[in-house]
């Protein structure tokens, strides 16, 4: 896929402007990210990759806006964001589910605080239950369902309330081998129907070079942007392909650095 | 078997029994129960021990249960006891609910210590003072089942919503929830299994208490009973009316554990 989304919406959906971000007490602060200015196009999936303890997540937790910036601004379809808000869709490692609800409540419970009116909104379930192919898991609770089935469930969870930007925080790093390429190839069919525009966190450089548009490589703690590379793959991938490997082996190579630089 | 705790109850416990003879089982009990209660009075008369008042068999005191029963004393005595702790209770419940639900950290800072030094302090001992203050009629009674409940219901509530799960609270706050509805849609619900756990030992301590504030100047309810038994050396009376106290309690567990299961079925959906 390239940059802008269907009908040309191009433009940037996400403005990172210079944050900052220390934690701890003035004077013994510790910084996690330094100086990091990017931009997220509408429609593209952007992958931060780099290895943990980056502060890769600190700054999707940043843009989702549950903790504040340092210094530095971050706007979101050109309007400073101030806290949490239904424009940004959140996913996250741990899925979140409400326990209490069943799947299609868990669906529902985004739409159902817009207001969105009942019949609506079930259309709105059976879509992205089908999406995730759980619709026949709707009147299940989420302690009765596997790792790799609640994750589909939150994912539909973010896109059955519209947001306009997705953030996924190592979604499927919690899961299995086997069950995390799935997952892999069922978001990537979503987004090539779907075109959201997706911030999607992993230190898993096959998982980048598997879904993302462009990739940002962090480097280790403090984080920064040490290179951004953009992924000229067909929509569908092969994970096979020379193409792939190519780019899979020249990312590990800037990865690796980083790697290096924090065993030291 | 199809969670996580389902397994591990299995690996710890092995398979669950059938419901048949899971139920089997207790009826046994209760039955060896009153065989051995029955054996050992049967005991006391036949080897001449001790005065065979003292220990009166299980059909002995049955009966007299079932006599009160008949004559429509033990009613009233019932009536007394449960209005006493349904209205002490709800007080307790309401203000342990009422205070601990919207505690946020202000409140929190404030209160909890002073719950917290009061605590310690075992209900009974407040009794008398409590019949100082406000006399030795319904109200001191109701007062002293509110004043016994509210404290551990209070901390169980504070506790429950100051340690829901912050990443649900995320989730919801980026799905649009805020305020009133991110409170009643997922810190309420989040917070519900602790707070009946505390609704749970509440109702179990109003049954604690209200036999010994029955015990002084009461003129009806089953703590009377027992005590008037004393005076008048009826032990069948003192034992039958402990046995209803104790089937009374059954009961109001037995009303909180359906709340449970109604309100906290996803934590066990029934497996399909």
């Not at chain 1, 669906?107 to 089908?130: C, N, S, T």
């Not at chain 1, 973010?158 to 499927?172: H, K, R, T």
């Not at chain 2, 609270?169 to 009946?196: K, N």
Request: with cysteine.
């Amino acid at each position: 896929m390239t940059m802008a989304g269907p009908g040309g919406a191009g433009g940037a959906r996400v403005q990172i402007e210079g944050v900052h971000k220390a934690f701890g007490l003035d004077g013994r602060s510790t910084p996690a990210l330094i100086d990091v200015s990017l931009e997220v196009q509408a429609g593209e999936l952007l992958c931060l990759l780099g290895p943990s303890g980056c502060g890769k997540s600190t700054l999707l937790n940043i843009v989702a806006g549950f903790i504040p910036p340092t210094r530095g601004r971050v706007r979101v379809d050109g309007a400073p964001i101030a806290g949490p808000g239904p424009e940004r869709g959140v996913v996250f490692q741990e899925y979140a589910l409400f326990p209490w609800l069943t799947v299609a409540q868990n669906v529902e419970f985004g739409p159902r605080l817009m207001g969105v009116p009942a019949a609506r909104r079930r259309e709105v379930v059976a879509r992205y239950l089908d999406m995730v192919g759980l619709r026949e898991h709707a009147t299940k609770f989420p302690v009765q369902l596997s790792g790799g089935m609640k994750q589909r469930v939150a994912i539909a969870r973010a896109l059955a309330n519209n947001p306009s930007i997705v953030l996924m925080d190592e979604p499927f790093g919690a899961l299995d081998a086997q069950t995390r390429e799935v997952m892999q190839e069922e978001l990537s069919r979503i987004q090539r129907v779907e075109h959201k525009t997706i911030v999607f966190v992993t230190h898993s450089i096959r998982e980048a070079v598997y879904l993302a548009d462009r990739i940002v490589v962090m480097t280790s703690s403090p984080g920064r942007v040490k290179d951004v590379f953009t992924i000229k793959l067909p929509d569908a991938r092969d994970r096979f392909a020379a193409e792939f490997t190519r780019y899979e082996s020249e990312i590990t190579r800037v990865v690796k650095e980083e790697v290096a630089k924090v065993r030291e | 078997m199809s969670t996580v705790t389902d397994l591990v109850q299995w690996g710890l416990r092995g398979a669950p029994l059938p419901r048949r003879r899971a139920l089997a089982l207790r009826l046994g009990a209760v039955l060896a129960f009153l065989g051995l209660w029955s054996l050992a009075s049967g005991l006391v008369v036949l080897l001449g021990l001790f005065n065979p008042i003292f220990l009166a068999g299980p059909w002995r005191v049955l009966g007299k249960v079932a006599a009160l029963a008949v004559n429509g004393l033990l009613w009233g005595h019932v009536a007394a006891t449960l209005e006493r702790v349904a209205v002490g209770f709800a007080t307790g419940a309401v203000l342990a609910l009422g205070l601990g639900l919207p505690a946020g950290r202000l409140v929190r800072n404030v209160l909890e210590p002073i719950v917290e030094i009061l605590r310690p302090v075992p209900p009974l001992a407040m009794l008398p003072l409590f019949i100082v203050w406000v006399g030795i009629g319904e109200t001191s009674k109701i007062a002293f089942i509110t004043y016994a409940t509210f404290f551990p219901m209070f901390l169980t509530t504070v506790h429950a919503v100051q340690h829901v799960d912050p990443l649900l609270l995320r989730a919801a706050t980026s799905l649009g929830a805020r305020r009133a509805r991110l409170f009643f849609r997922v810190v309420l619900p989040a917070a519900l299994p602790e707070i009946l756990t505390g609704i749970r030992l509440g109702v179990a301590l109003s049954f604690f208490v209200i036999v010994i504030s029955e015990f002084i100047g009461a003129e009806e309810g089953l703590g009377y009973l027992i005590n008037d038994g004393r005076n008048f050396f009826l032990v069948e009376q003192m034992l039958g009316a402990a046995i209803v106290l104790g089937f009374l309690g059954y009961g109001g567990n037995g009303l909180v554990v359906l709340l449970e299961r109604r309100w906290l079925r996803w934590e066990r959906p029934p497996t399909s």
